[in-house]
């Protein structure tokens, strides 16, 4: 089990409203939640709960209607778009479900932009530090392919190993198995466990599926826009 | 490498499709400049040169003698006729020259007694243009020594120097003697010493150099001058010379573009067509490359919100769409001024005279390669602009949720 330490992501009241008008709707209505240093949670719920919107607002990707974000103990409101990219990159990394990665570029290379774009400019010793990633999650042989040419468990690695790069205190994961077969799934979800285990990395890991949810330290619900239920997990 | 440069690069290598339309585009507009100004520029030059070779820059001569009635309280003038104007020397016209040479823009200024007289050998007669030149100042002037066919620029005692028409015509050649007289009957045998082409039928059949004081003779204008030639080192500014020769010394002055009116409108409206074509071009391409990577943003849509979930910031996406255009428009300019310059020297090979000489030589400066490259470069950065402010803006969280 991973220990809880100082909060890295507190989220105080956040609401998230959509539309104009008549048609505004409140996707997310006031959200308090508190995530320790090395944690392992995951955020289920069903379609439309809000799971995703939550996760973008985490992830400073979305900008919440009301609320407070503070990230590794900055109030993420106060800054400004640049300032807000440039933490984003170096406090959180992101797994989407279809592992987004850019298709133009190599496994190694998609691993190398994180850090290219906070550094402004490549440099020979991002490539290395990307192969130890790559190293890390079992992918280094295949550094220099196509990133349309690897398969999704191993695309999914990459996007792992992409959102390690610039050694982020949270990793914040949409489904991060959601497309993929149960096996490969499996291994995946494994990996995550480990890089969390042994980097003391906190991951929020949002999924449908509870046999997997029965894995993390911690089981987050929610519904139409409300915690439901959030306890303690003892994984298996 | 910059970031910056590492993506711009590597979308522009990967969308190939994409890459080769715009590029395509960007050639052939600069191809296009390159090859409409290197032709115009060294066909107007060619023009220009052509009219100048047998002309001064700017003539001064006498002002023009105006009738005026003689003011009386019982008589009223019911006709006013100009007085019949024979050849006028310009007065003081020593001191004039001289202070002309002092002129900035001047380059040299020289004096000729002109008029008409008849050039005759046995029982060919010719009416010619007399003119008394002082033969080392006037080549200052217009420069006739490297377009003599036979014998020499120089003038002694009573020698001429006359052009290949009219040497053809009268069937004489250096060291023949002809006779050369005014309407008046004034006149004297001279020896040909030279015989000259500058390029114009009408002058080489016409001109008959003398030296200045036998042609004052002829004339009758014991030590005066009819005009002072004047060469400038601006030929477009003959103009503005002349109207400044007529301020300070109350003569007329016309420049060279006065007297080719016609083909100074004829360069003016080509050049002024010529522009509107590249403007126009200029435009085309602009509207290309904005339109091809309006529409590669959004292909990209989803990608761009991935590089600023990780990270990028949106000056960067911003500039990388900038450095595209502006890419584009440097590889374009190289492929362009290639294929421009081939299609210019190309074109002025099959244009030649019979003799086989080009007729016009084409323009291809340092300053025209650099001047295209710098349009293109900014046409594509500016075309660049709009889409590339498109996906700076683009959300995240919603091209990469529903991208």
């Known amino acids: ?236 | 490498m910059r970031f910056e440069w590492f993506i711009a690069i590597r979308y522009l290598r990967e969308g190939k499709a994409q890459t080769a339309l715009v590029l395509g585009g960007t050639t052939v507009g600069v191809a296009v400049l390159i090859f409409l100004t290197a032709l115009i520029s060294g066909l107007q030059r060619t023009l220009v040169a052509q009219t100048l070779s047998a002309q001064a820059h700017v003539f001064v001569k006498a002002p023009e003698r105006v009738a005026r009635p003689l003011p009386s309280p019982d008589r009223v003038a019911d006709r006013v006729e100009k007085v019949p104007d024979r050849v006028r020397s310009i007065e003081q016209w020593q001191q004039v020259l001289a202070s002309i040479g002092t002129i900035p823009g001047v380059v040299a200024a020289t004096p000729t007694a002109a008029g008409a007289a008849f050039a005759s050998r046995g029982p060919a007669t010719k009416s010619v243009t007399l003119r008394g030149i002082d033969p080392e100042s006037f080549a200052r002037v217009i420069d006739v020594v490297p377009k003599m066919r036979s014998g020499r620029f120089a003038l002694e005692g009573s020698e001429a120097i006359i052009g290949t028409v009219l040497a053809s015509d009268l069937g004489v050649g250096v060291g023949d003697k002809v006779r050369l007289a005014t309407p008046e009957g004034r006149g004297d045998v001279f020896t040909v010493s030279g015989v000259f082409d500058l390029g114009n039928k009408e002058v080489n059949a016409r001109w008959v150099f003398v030296p200045l004081r036998s042609a004052q003779t002829m004339l009758d204008i014991p030590g005066g001058a009819t005009t002072i030639e004047v060469k400038v080192d601006e030929i477009f500014e003959a103009e503005r010379m002349a109207r400044e020769i007529t301020r300070r010394y109350g003569l007329a002055a016309d420049s060279w573009m006065e007297l080719n009116r016609q083909l100074l409108v004829g360069l003016r409206s080509q050049s002024a067509s010529s522009w509107m074509i590249q403007v126009l071009v200029v435009l085309a391409v602009a509207l290309g490359i904005a339109s091809v990577l309006g529409v590669s943003v959004i292909q990209k849509s989803r990608e761009i919100g991935i590089l600023k979930a990780t990270g990028t910031s949106t000056g960067t996406i911003q500039r990388i769409f900038l450095l595209e255009g502006a890419l584009v428009g440097g590889a374009g300019s190289v492929l362009g001024a290639l294929i421009g310059s081939g299609m210019a020297v190309a074109f002025a090979g099959l244009a030649r005279a019979p003799t086989g000489d080009p007729l016009f030589p084409v323009d291809l400066t340092p300053g025209l390669y650099l001047g295209a490259a710098a349009v293109a470069i900014l046409t594509g950065t500016l075309a660049a602009w709009f889409p590339a402010r498109r996906a700076a803006r683009l959300e995240p969280a919603e091209v990469i949720r529903y991208g």
């Open chain 1, 1 to 236: 089990m991973g220990e809880a330490g100082a909060d890295v992501l507190r989220l105080e009241g956040i609401t998230r409203d959509f539309g104009e008008g008549e048609a505004r709707t409140r996707v997310l209505r006031g959200v308090d939640l508190s995530l320790g240093r090395g944690e392992f949670a995951a955020l289920m719920g069903p379609s439309g709960s809000g799971k995703s919107t939550l996760l973008h607002i985490m992830g400073l990707l979305d900008k919440p209607t009301g609320g407070r974000i503070l990230l590794d103990g900055q109030d993420t409101g106060a800054l400004d778009d640049d300032a807000l990219t440039r933490y984003r990159g170096r406090t959180l990394g992101f797994v989407f479900q279809f592992h987004h990665l850019l298709p133009e570029f190599t496994a190694i290379e998609n691993v190398m932009i994180p850090m290219a774009a906070d550094k402004g400019r490549l440099d020979p010793s991002m490539r290395e530090c990307a192969m130890a990633l790559l190293e890390r999650v079992g992918l280094s042989a295949r550094a220099d392919n196509r990133a349309t040419t690897l398969s999704g468990g191993q695309a999914q690695r990459v996007a792992i190993a992409r959102s390690l790069a610039m050694n982020p205190k949270i990793v914040l994961a949409d489904e991060p198995t959601g497309n993929l077969d149960t096996q490969t799934a499996d291994e995946v979800f494994s990996l995550l466990r480990e890089v969390n285990r042994a980097q003391k990395v906190t991951f929020l890991v949002v999924t449908h599926d509870h046999r997997l949810a029965a894995r993390t330290d911690r089981i987050i619900e929610l519904v139409d826009g409300r915690i439901v239920s959030d306890h303690p997990n003892q994984p298996g």
